[in-house]
């Protein structure tokens, strides 16, 4: 069964710093493109970043680029998204999800105020 | 990133069909086609069609997706109260590289 866990959300101060961790189990990553997907509260969908099953490729949405990177850890089955220089706009439930999205995590909440 | 063309609400009634349209481009839906998602209030997303328009394992024949041009929809036959919930549909878009969301369709069944 593909499982995905997401962890390392929580409460920051704009301009700080978290990365959020996410630990597959029932297939490995390194087949897979991975992604990651926010909810802001109230809002809709919108994915904020993946990276190829072999770490070659990486995409960011653009509000993202630059202060975001997206890595993975195929010993650990994990993905990890390292968010910089945060903003307001980023408090959202991030999600990540396989492939064309097809399995998700029950996400991790980022709250980002002062 | 522009994003993909939902209609905001779509009401009907008990045992009546939905159809929910989403509107992209040839560099998205017209040419990589849709996925569909489903959210409940306080739940994570949940796939209802692959890109392929095929359901994946465990949802209802009730549910069908479709695509003609730069439009994709998904068809839900014989609505129930359970099919209350947000549709949302995303697409790979080649010119951005990046997958991008419709608003989302919030489904009342009267």
């Known amino acids: 069964e593909v499982q995905l866990v997401e962890s390392g959300g929580g409460l920051v101060q704009p301009g700080g710093s978290l990365r959020l961790s996410c630990a597959a189990s029932g297939f490995t990553i390194s087949n897979s493109w991975m992604n990651w997907v926010r909810q802001a509260p109230g809002k809709g969908l919108e994915w904020v970043a993946n990276?190829?099953?072999?770490?070659?490729?990486?995409y960011y949405v653009d509000s993202v680029k630059g202060r975001f990177t997206i890595s993975r850890d195929t010993d650990k089955n994990s993905m990890y998204l390292q968010m910089n220089s945060l903003r307001d706009e980023d408090t959202a439930v991030y999600y990540c999800a396989r492939g064309d999205l097809d399995d998700r995590g029950q996400g991790t909440l980022v709250t980002v105020s002062s | 990133q522009a994003g993909l063309t939902q209609p905001p609400s779509v009401s009907k009634g008990l045992r009546q069909t939905a159809t929910l349209t989403c509107t992209g481009n040839?560099?998205?839906?017209?040419?990589?086609?849709a996925v569909w998602l489903q959210q409940h209030q306080g739940h994570p997303p949940k796939l209802l069609s692959y890109r392929n328009n095929n359901r994946p394992s465990g949802i209802s024949e009730r549910l069908s997706a479709s695509r003609s041009g730069n439009t994709a929809s998904l068809t839900i036959t014989g609505l129930q109260p359970e099919d209350e919930a947000d549709y949302y549909c995303s697409a790979w878009d080649t010119s951005l590289s990046a997958w991008v969301f419709g608003g989302g369709t919030k489904l009342t069944v009267l």
């Open positions: 040839s560099n998205n839906v017209g040419n990589q086609g």
């Open positions: 990276i190829k099953h072999d770490g070659s490729e990486k």
